[in-house]
């Protein structure tokens, strides 16, 4: 297939594409949340390796090189190469996103024949398509695959055309986690059932949230964590942007939540919000939460730099701690829990939000300047089989040593709907035995992928900057409306229409 034309888009870096646009503070991507987080794999450096070609040829092998920007891709290629004589995939953990993506470009733009397989998340994909960077898969049989992957994820590895360009190997429904102990000190109550009624629409959780604090409590610990929900009305109709009452009632929720000071303002990623899973945590203001030269929040995730942290807010006056309820995060939360929850790991449950949302999930095609798509096929087919996606979900992975390991952490969400439904009435005790894949599986199976468009992830970047303007003061509401229009025409002039 010819490559099409690059747009400007592309040109300029990618614009991100992310589907976790409920408009918060800002639409915030999260780290890659892995089983390689429990347990270490090895990671080669970009910088020596992306740039050279290490598939040497050998005689009676075809030899792939596959990028990646998650650990997840070098434990399938290990797994691959150990059933396989024939064909061996060397897959290359390009580090951060940013780099990810430039070399990708560099490299399809440039007429690289290697990398053979591409990796990408959601945000990336679109961009990808348009850019002609990934061959077509149905005309290696794509089709017979589809019928076993969840619906989203599989239309989410289609160019506008329908033609599919990537496969999915993981689901990310997302929805709220909550710990039942606070829960109960709070409302009095813990289990699923009545808990999501909490989390049933954005009134009851406005509401919840301030009963949270009445009693000394919080039901977040940023207030961003409504970001993984979904618009019910897409963000571009008929090449005009959605601004409609929902995404105001949003900024206004938000801004509630950051004014009234319902929140402990632990942003998320940083060592206050990894620590308020695990137990007590200090509340911070709007000044601190990001950090200052006397209180750094970046300071890692371990038990180490939690007790840090407690001791620099101690001394800066933070002393009113408060223990939090709830994290919105999709189905690879349970992952994020298990690393950092500490003692309190078994005590937490999980509910649907006000909104079928997501976010995350990795997705794979051919190059399409590949000389070895044959082969290539051969991996992403096989990747994507039951076999496969049933030890992902076992917690499959590869321990230090370069040795196959199981359980590590089970319960991986993939997106073979025949491995899901085989599992679906597993009882998960650090849930209370709850059954996380029938619930998983149902979230997922509402939600909508027709109403995204590729400009989500730029509008809802810029819709948060509009809604950080207005929630601290800095704009009025009208002017930080203003602003969001301002922004979307100087980006989008002749291409995306403005009603005021």
């Known amino acids: 297939m010819k490559m099409k034309k690059v747009t400007a888009l592309v040109l300029a870096g990618l614009m991100t594409f992310s589907m976790a646009a409920c408009g918060s503070e800002s639409t915030t991507d999260a780290p890659s949340e892995s089983t390689a987080?429990?347990?270490?794999?090895?990671?080669?450096?970009?910088?020596?390796?992306?740039?050279?070609?290490?598939?040497?040829?050998?005689?009676?092998?075809?030899?792939?090189?596959?990028?990646?920007?998650?650990?997840?891709?070098?434990?399938?290629?290990?797994?691959?190469?150990?059933?396989?004589?024939?064909?061996q995939v060397?897959?290359?953990?390009?580090?951060?996103?940013?780099?990810?993506?430039?070399?990708?470009?560099?490299?399809?733009?440039?007429?690289?024949?290697?990398?053979?397989?591409i990796g990408g998340e959601l945000g990336w994909l679109p961009n990808f398509m348009e850019a002609g960077f990934f061959a077509d898969l149905d005309a290696y049989g794509a089709q017979?695959?589809?019928?076993h992957v969840v619906d989203y994820v599989w239309e989410a590895g289609q160019d506008e055309s329908g033609v599919q360009r990537?496969?999915?190997?993981?689901?990310?429904?997302?929805?709220?986690?909550?710990?039942?102990?606070?829960?109960?000190?709070?409302?009095?109550?813990?289990?699923?059932?009545?808990?999501?009624?909490?989390?049933?629409?954005?009134?009851?959780?406005m509401d919840a949230a301030r009963v949270a604090k009445e009693k000394g409590f919080r039901l977040f610990a940023s207030d961003s964590e409504l970001g993984y929900c979904v618009y019910k009305e897409p963000w571009v109709v008929d090449n005009k942007v959605n601004l409609n009452q929902e995404r105001i009632d949003m900024?206004?929720?938000?801004?509630?939540?950051?004014?009234?000071?319902?929140?402990?303002?632990?942003?998320?990623?940083?060592?206050?919000?990894?620590?308020?899973?695990?137990?007590e945590v200090p509340i911070l203001s709007e000044e601190t939460r990001w950090g200052t030269d006397d209180l750094a929040v970046w300071g890692g995730d371990s038990e180490e730099a939690a007790e840090d942290f407690v001791a620099q807010a101690a001394a800066l006056g933070f002393t009113d701690t408060t223990e939090v309820m709830a994290f919105g995060l999709p189905a690879w939360g349970q992952l994020v829990l298990s690393n950092h929850a500490g003692d309190t790991y078994g005590d937490w449950g999980f509910v649907a939000g006000p909104a079928y949302g997501w976010g995350g999930g990795g997705w794979f095609g051919i190059s399409e300047n590949s000389e070895k798509k044959d082969a290539a096929w051969e991996f992403l087919s096989w990747?994507?089989?039951?076999?496969?996606?049933?030890?992902?979900?076992?917690?499959f992975h590869y321990n230090e040593a370069g040795h196959a390991e199981e359980g590590v952490v089970q319960g991986n969400m993939c997106s073979n709907v025949n491995v899901i439904e085989k599992h679906k009435d597993d009882t998960n005790e650090a849930y209370g035995?709850?059954?996380?894949?029938?619930?998983?599986?149902?979230?997922?199976?509402?939600?909508?992928?027709?109403?995204?468009?590729?400009?989500?992830?730029?509008?809802?970047?810029?819709?948060?900057?509009?809604?950080?303007?207005?929630k601290t003061g800095e704009m009025s509401k009208e002017e930080a409306i203003n602003y969001f229009y301002d922004n979307v025409e100087s980006t989008y002039a002749g291409e995306l229409e403005v009603e005021r």
């Not at 017979?144 to 019928?147: A, D, F, L, N, T």
């Open 37 to 87: 987080d429990t347990a270490k794999t090895e990671t080669t450096d970009a910088t020596e390796t992306a740039d050279s070609s290490s598939a040497e040829t050998t005689e009676g092998v075809t030899n792939l090189v596959l990028w990646t920007w998650n650990d997840d891709a070098l434990s399938f290629a290990k797994w691959f190469n150990e059933s396989h004589s024939d064909i």
């Open 90 to 117: 060397e897959a290359i953990n390009v580090a951060s996103s940013g780099e990810y993506e430039t070399k990708v470009q560099t490299a399809i733009l440039g007429g690289e024949k290697e990398p053979d397989i």
């Open 144 to 147: 017979e695959i589809g019928g």
């Open 166 to 205: 990537a496969l999915g190997y993981q689901a990310a429904p997302a929805g709220f986690f909550y710990r039942k102990s606070v829960a109960e000190k709070i409302f009095g109550y813990s289990d699923p059932e009545t808990v999501g009624k909490l989390f049933e629409s954005y009134d009851a959780i």
């Open 251 to 279: 900024m206004e929720l938000t801004s509630a939540l950051y004014n009234e000071g319902l929140t402990a303002y632990a942003s998320q990623w940083t060592t206050p919000w990894y620590q308020s899973m695990a137990g």
């Open 383 to 395: 990747m994507m089989s039951d076999e496969t996606m049933e030890n992902f979900y076992n917690g």
């Open 433 to 470: 035995g709850q059954k996380l894949m029938s619930i998983y599986l149902d979230l997922a199976q509402h939600i909508d992928f027709s109403k995204q468009t590729k400009y989500d992830s730029d509008l809802g970047s810029k819709w948060g900057e509009a809604i950080s303007s207005y």
